[in-house]
């Protein structure tokens, strides 16, 4: 029998720019949404060689509105740097395409229900028989195991179940969600760090394995410094780390300002550059009597701050005082430190031609990685992908 190391393909495409840490393994991204595909898009700007693989109907994320009509901005934002290919795993013709690069991949993402793989015939006890050397992540709602095992799992309902909502809402008030995909973001990052993990596991014992990541263990994990309960505590407990509502966004003379002071150097700084000396005693001198006495604090901060607009603010305290002045994501694109750091490029892409999206989360010195390229639309390679594996089917596997 051949081993996998036999099939190991050139890449597919060329990608400009020095290489990545990851650059020469194949990641074969069967993932929708957010969670998986964002997870493959880190490893892409490490320098991996990602294939999205479709089904017909395309990743479910292409279909969310959008004010761009060819694409999807969510799709774009998530998928960057793949190659794309539409493979119908229920069609033998395509499963087989889809063994064959099983064989070239050293990881396999993919976010079905923990019962779904078996019957497509792609579980990690069948694949790990085709490529014993595979690192396979299932990303899943709530695990493996479990009464809710089975359940499709989504970011806010995620959010809601877990408590994340109750305590973003205001003491007394409605839960709030957290907009932005947080627990999908987050578990895109355990993706990454999981298969890099195991990758790097894989070169002491030669094996593949399993990797295991769920948007419940994703929700969980971002809570816990709240998920701390100690013996003889009561169920009502403090849970909420929120600094007495001296920490937090103010209304200024124009815009709100988000402040963070609660260490004493800051505190003071805080105290001198607002006018505010009285508030400089022992009485206030910690975050757990600012707590205590917030609702003398907070009404005298705001009628300080109401000297000055939020940009103004911003520039008298400076480094004195940790804030910024609440902005529009718009205003990133030509934010001078995002600018600084190289954090936005402009790709082309087919149908939407140019945008100006992220470039990569990781800052590498010495293998910084390709350049990103746009995310690919609805089966772009998929004819040079599937000449590759029908060349390795005629090969024999």
Same mark, same amino acid.
């Given at each position: ?12 495409? +060329? ?8 650059? !020469?393994? @194949? ?12 997870? %493959?898009? &880190? ?18 994320? @292409? #279909? ?11 799709? &774009?934002?998530?998928? $960057? ?55 396979? %992540? ?12 089975? #359940? ?20 007394? !008030? ?32 030669? +094996? ?27 169920? +009502? ?15 200024? #003379? ?68 940790? %804030?910024?002045?609440? $902005? ?37 010195? @010495? ?23 029908? @060349?390795?089917?005629?090969? !024999?596997?």
């Amino acid at each position: 029998m051949r081993s996998p190391s036999d099939d190991r393909a050139a890449p597919l495409s +060329e990608r400009t720019g020095k290489p990545g840490p990851l650059s !020469g393994l @194949r990641v074969l991204d069967l993932s929708a949404y957010i969670a998986g595909p964002y997870g %493959c898009s &880190l490893l892409a700007d490490q320098g991996a060689e990602v294939i999205k693989i479709e089904p017909p109907a395309g990743d479910n994320l @292409r #279909k969310y509105p959008s004010s761009l009509e060819a694409e999807s901005r969510a799709f &774009l934002g998530v998928n $960057r740097s793949k190659l794309g290919v539409v493979l119908d795993l229920k069609q033998a013709d395509d499963l087989q395409r889809l063994m064959a690069l099983v064989r070239t991949a050293d990881v396999l993402v993919h976010n079905f229900r923990p019962t779904v793989p078996a019957r497509l015939g792609i579980a990690y006890e069948q694949l790990k028989l085709v490529n014993p050397r595979l690192i396979y %992540c299932a990303v899943t709602g709530y695990g493996e195991d479990g009464p809710l095992k089975d #359940k499709a799992g989504y970011d806010q309902v995620l959010q809601t179940m877990t408590g994340m909502c109750t305590l973003q809402g205001k003491p007394g !008030g409605a839960p709030e969600i957290l907009y932005g995909s947080v627990v999908d973001y987050y578990g895109s990052a355990l993706v990454a760090g999981g298969v890099a993990s195991a990758l790097y596991e894989r070169e002491k014992s030669g +094996e593949g394995q399993y990797v295991g990541i769920s948007l419940l263990r994703a929700a969980l994990t971002m809570q816990s410094a709240r998920m701390v309960w100690a013996d003889n505590e009561p169920r +009502e407990v403090g849970r909420d780390m929120r600094s007495g509502g001296i920490t937090g966004i103010h209304p200024t #003379k124009e815009g709100y300002l988000y402040i963070s002071a609660n260490t004493p150097h800051f505190w003071a700084a805080l105290c001198e550059k607002t006018g505010l000396a009285e508030l400089a005693t022992e009485r206030y001198d910690s975050v757990r009597k600012r707590a205590q006495h917030q609702d003398e604090i907070v009404p005298m901060l705001h009628r300080a701050l109401a000297a000055r607009t939020a940009l103004e603010w911003e520039a008298h305290f400076g480094e004195a005082v940790p %804030c910024a002045a609440a $902005r529009s994501v718009e205003d990133m694109f030509d934010f001078p430190q995002v600018r600084s750091e190289g954090m936005v490029t402009t790709f082309e892409h087919p149908t939407v031609g140019q945008y100006r999206g992220f470039t990569r989360a990781i800052k590498f010195g @010495r293998t910084p990685g390709p350049e990103p390229f746009a995310a690919p639309v609805l089966d772009q390679h998929g004819r040079r992908v599937k000449a590759e594996a029908d @060349r390795l089917v005629s090969e !024999g596997m």
